[in-house]
């Protein structure tokens, strides 16, 4: 069963003073509790279905193999966490 979100672009907005993500039709998808990081957790929020469009597209191009290392980053590790990711965003990180 694939994970199923409320889809489009959202966006951070602030709303009778709390941040709330609201989606492209400006429908609220979720709002933020009140923290000295609300700005930028509202901001992550909003930008998690681009980061997961971005990331499921990587985990295709690359498939089962793995980036090469360029001597400071493992290309195998930036591989895993991007499955890893992607894999707890879909809910097929549960067995």
């Known amino acids: 069963m694939e994970a199923q979100y409320t889809a489009g672009t959202w966006k951070a907005i602030i709303k009778d003073g709390k941040w709330e993500i609201h989606n492209s039709d400006n429908k609220k998808v979720a ?3 009140q923290s000295s990081q609300e700005k930028d957790n509202a901001r992550l929020i909003a930008a998690s279905p681009m980061m ?3 990331l499921s597209a990587l985990v ?3 498939g089962e193999d793995d980036l090469p290392d360029n001597g400071e980053l493992s290309g195998a590790a930036i591989c895993d966490l991007a499955r890893s990711a992607v894999a707890v965003a879909t809910g097929n990180d549960i067995l």
Do not use: G, T
Request: a negative charge.
């Open 52 to 54: 997961l469009e971005a």
């Open 60 to 62: 295709q191009l690359i």
């Open 31 to 33: 709002s933020v509790n």
